[in-house]
């Protein structure tokens, strides 16, 4: 499999220098360009191949939410930024991950693993699809083709699911699974008195959420964004009932 090139995007000089200096510790990504403007960025992204875009949000001219979305196909996204308040769209725009200013390199290395868990089911997707997940009337799992193997997941394991375009992450209590499959099928399979859709990208198992800060959900160390428009009746189903 090809190195990740990779786009680092930072209108702040010490920022950049910092992407970089991670950066060179993580033998699969190839630099291809680190930038300060969103302009010259988006004409990187025009005329070459990118396979993930660090993105800055705050930026003049033009900011990392809006530069993603004027792009046809966009490539694997984890956005920076010093502002918390913008998690919640940065999800909506189906970035990997939202590194708050300033992070660790153990944090950035977190955020990279995803990154590399995506490029490499795209790769396996143009080289060898996976079949659909299994479904299994009447028992207690499901199974998905996951690593080069057949898994077997038990809903009771399953901490919560979140969506990445063509495929999935599945995260359990002692594993975590990626998979080249839908949310939406996912959803469907799984019994709807133990789990919701509470995001466009985030099924999680009720049982598993332990407390609500905002518009986040939080199942142990994880957090999970939830609909503004369906809050109170995900609220109420998950807490109350």
């Keep these: 499999m090809d190195k990740i090139r990779t786009l680092l995007v930072d209108d702040e000089y010490l920022a950049l220098k910092l992407l970089g200096e991670y950066s060179k510790n993580i033998p699969e990504l190839e630099i291809v360009d680190r930038v300060k403007s969103p302009i010259k960025a988006l004409d990187i992204l025009n005329k070459q191949t990118v396979d993930l875009l660090f993105l800055d949000i705050q930026m003049p001219t033009l900011s990392g939410n809006n530069l993603l979305k004027t792009l046809k196909n966009p490539p694997l996204v984890i956005f920076t930024t010093a502002y918390s308040e913008y998690a919640l769209e940065a999800f909506d725009l189906n970035a990997i ?10 944090r950035f290395l977190q955020a990279v693993n995803k990154a590399k868990e995506q490029h490499y089911l795209r790769y396996q997707e143009k080289t060898s699809p996976a079949p659909a997940p299994i479904p299994s009337p009447n028992k207690d799992y499901f199974s998905v083709k996951a690593d080069g193997k057949i898994v077997k997941v038990f809903f009771e394991d399953i901490l919560f699911i979140e969506g990445l375009k063509e495929y999935v992450r599945l995260i359990c209590k002692d594993q975590r699974l990626v998979t080249l499959e839908s949310l939406k099928k996912l959803e469907e399979i799984l019994p709807s008195e133990e789990f919701i859709r509470v995001h466009k990208s985030y ?34 189903w998950i807490f109350f009932q």
Excluded: C
């Design 97 to 106: 991950d939202y590194l708050l200013k300033p992070f660790s390199f153990e």
């Design 203 to 236: 099924i999680v198992a009720r049982k598993r959420v332990k407390s609500l800060d905002g518009n986040m959900l939080e199942i142990g160390q994880h957090k999970i964004p939830i609909s503004r428009s369906k809050k109170e009746e995900i609220v109420e």
